[in-house]
T-cell receptor, first 113, second 109 residues
Framework: EPEVTQTPSHQVTQMGQEVILRCVPISNHLYFYWYRQILGQKVEFLVSFYNNEISEKSEIFDDQFSVERPDGSNFTLKIRSTKLEDSAMYFC???????????FGPGTRLTVT | QKEVEQDPGPLSVPEGAIVSLNCTYSNSAFQYFMWYRQYSRKGPELLMYTYSSGNKEDGRFTAQVDKSSKYISLFIRDSQPSDSATYLCAISSLGRLYFGRGTQLTVWP
């Protein structure tokens, strides 16, 4: 069964450094998402992406964040200058065109020290 | 913003029990309702998806939606220790998902 994959599974970085989190969505899906989950809190929406552009973003997704689909398979989230409060699990999700259920990857645990 | 409310539990039941998990939501524009299962430090796994009021059954799982009350439920019949996880409700209009806090369920043998 096709699934969303994410790399790395765990990333440790120092405050102020740039990180890139990578995702490979399910191959025939057209809509892509990033969410994050701070330990013990709700899963929160960050951004959605369709047709090579951002379709919606939350108030969390400020200028420090960017997304890109550099080729036909990868979908990336970049955080330019990480802060301690960016420490969280980051989940990529994708969905097909005709329905609205979203399929999530296993997540990347980002630790900012 | 408290778009989706879910009792975090924890909920502890014996094997074989019927489990009822619930969420309420505030925005009547929400049209799509999902239940996810999440194991510790893993990604949410889609269990059920529905977009209409009423019941939808899949094996031991039944999802129920009452749009007039803005209330959704997930029932698990004949619960098993392997059902022990956190269950998240997620609700959407056309794009982003709004998640509940998740209910932590333990099924003991």
């Amino acid at each position: 069964e096709p699934e969303v994959t994410q790399t790395p599974s765990h990333q440790v970085t120092q405050m102020g450094q740039e990180v890139i989190l990578r995702c490979v969505p399910i191959s025939n899906h057209l809509y892509f998402y990033w969410y994050r989950q701070i330990l013990g809190q709700k899963v929160e929406f960050l951004v959605s992406f369709y047709n090579n552009e951002i379709s919606e973003k939350s108030e969390i997704f400020d200028d420090q964040f960017s997304v890109e689909r550099p080729d036909g398979s990868n979908f990336t989230l970049k955080i330019r200058s990480t802060k301690l409060e960016d420490s969280a699990m980051y989940f990529c999700a994708s969905r097909p065109d005709q329905t609205y259920e979203q399929y999530f990857g296993p997540g990347t645990r980002l630790t900012v020290t | 913003q408290k778009e989706v409310e879910q009792d975090p539990g924890p909920l502890s039941v014996p094997e074989g029990a019927i489990v009822s998990l619930n969420c309420t939501y505030s925005n009547s524009a929400f049209q799509y309702f999902m239940w996810y299962r999440q194991y510790s430090r893993k990604g949410p796994e889609l269990l059920m998806y529905t977009y209409s009021s009423g019941n939808k059954e899949d094996g031991r799982f039944t999802a129920q939606v009452d749009k007039s009350s803005k209330y959704i439920s997930l029932f698990i019949r004949d619960s098993q220790p392997s059902d022990s996880a956190t269950y998240l409700c997620a609700i959407s209009s056309l794009g982003r998902l709004y998640f509940g806090r998740g209910t932590q369920l333990t099924v003991w043998p």
